[in-house]
T-cell receptor
């Protein structure tokens, strides 16, 4: 089975750094994704990790530890526009739809002035 | 720019109606997916398709069916709409080979059943 956990809500201050954690237990592992979703809009791709370590992309970084079933998304120099939900998703074993993702419940981040 | 297009952004239907949600992608992707998204429950997979005329049940297929007659189009059908099917419906597509960006999502259809 698949189980992906992330906090429901987080609050942070503009200009600060915030870390959003995600733990997973899945049958097989072929990559972990982070998506950003603004209210009423579609999720958009942020990052992808398949090997252990940190992937940095501008203000956003994502970390993966496969042995611990753990990832985090790090947002630096927070801006008001970063207020959104952040979805952690895991690609498990290959199946007929070899690219199928299982999503966590999402973390709603509120950035305050 | 790659696109997944959902035919309606907002939809209001009556209980018992048959409802069609349409999704079209222009990226020649093999895989297409229908999710519903509800507060506190995240994205839940309804159905997916990995090829034309092929379909597989997801986690919550009850009350839904799908159709994929052409590669670019994947339709979700609510056979007899009920109020508990009020939700945001998201369509997504992907290539069948390993890709590092996962899915491309449509903009969603917010369905209200009254």
């Amino acid at each position: 089975g698949q189980n992906i956990d992330q906090p429901t809500e987080m609050t942070a201050t503009e200009g600060a750094i915030v870390q959003i954690n995600c733990t997973y237990q899945t049958s097989g592992f072929n990559g972990l994704f982070w998506y950003q979703q603004h209210a009423g809009e579609a999720p958009t791709f942020l990052s992808y990790n398949v090997l252990d370590g940190l992937e940095e992309k501008g203000r956003f970084s994502s970390f993966l530890s496969r042995s611990k079933g753990y990832s985090y998304l790090l947002l630096k120099e927070l801006q008001m526009k970063d207020s959104a939900s952040y979805l952690c998703a895991v690609r498990g074993e290959n199946n007929n739809a070899g690219n199928m993702l299982t999503f966590g419940g999402g973390t709603r981040l509120m950035v305050k002035p | 720019d790659v696109k997944v297009t959902q035919s309606s952004r907002y939809l209001v239907k009556r209980t018992g109606e048959k409802v069609f949600l349409e999704c079209v992608q222009d990226m020649d992707h093999e895989n297409m997916f229908w999710y519903r998204q509800d507060p506190g429950l995240g994205l839940r997979l309804i159905y997916f398709s990995y090829d034309v005329k092929m379909k597989e049940k997801g986690d919550i297929p009850e009350g839904y069916s799908v159709s994929r007659e052409k590669k670019e189009r994947f339709s979700l059908i609510l056979e007899s709409a009920s109020t508990n099917q009020t939700s945001m419906y998201l369509c997504a597509s992907s290539l069948s080979i390993t890709e590092d960006y996962g899915y491309t999502f449509g903009s969603g259809t917010r369905l209200t059943v009254v």
